[in-house]
């Protein structure tokens, strides 16, 4: 049996908005989670506020710059922040459905694997960087494999950019 694109391109729709409803809910179940509290109270909102302009930082390198963006992007608003975690943690699923659908014996057992990813979904939920670099190199290394099918620079690039992005979140995550 063939695959057809259309199939594979509603199906990979459908894992990103089921993976988005499970991972509001986990969200949701964990919103008082306070992982990593302190460092999000003193050192990323820190660094959020002087990138708005509104206080001063004594060490500008710690921590790396990306999370903090975000933070005064969305205004230090725990729910938009979070939201905007679920929404990338989600699309980083889809496109690894999408990526690997071509391949797998059961697409419907791979749907599941990634709606049922709760770990993801639970780190997805706590107000960090981890998610934001483990998600963007998700999507690089789904870029990447990308290139290497169909030959693509601008693939390439885009894949580069997403690895350079998610090293400004959490460096350590890609040391591979």
Known sequence: MSVRRSDVARETLLVGLACFLVAAVVSWL??????????????????????????????FTYPVWGFPAVLAFTHYTDFWTVTLQNGLASLALAA?????????CSRGLLALLC???????ALASVKGSDIWSAALGVLAMVCLARMFKEGSTRVAVLA?????????????????
Do not use: K
């Open 30 to 59: 964990n919103w008082d989670n306070d992982f990593q509290g302190s460092i999000y109270r003193n050192d990323y909102l820190g660094l959020a506020r002087f990138l708005r302009g509104e206080g001063e930082v004594t060490v």
């Open 115 to 121: 709606v049922l990813a709760l770990p993801w979904f």
């Open 160 to 176: 580069a950019l997403l690895i350079g992005l998610a090293l400004n979140f959490r460096s350590d995550y890609l040391a591979f």
């Open 96 to 104: 690894l459905y999408g990526s690997a659908a071509w391949f797998v």
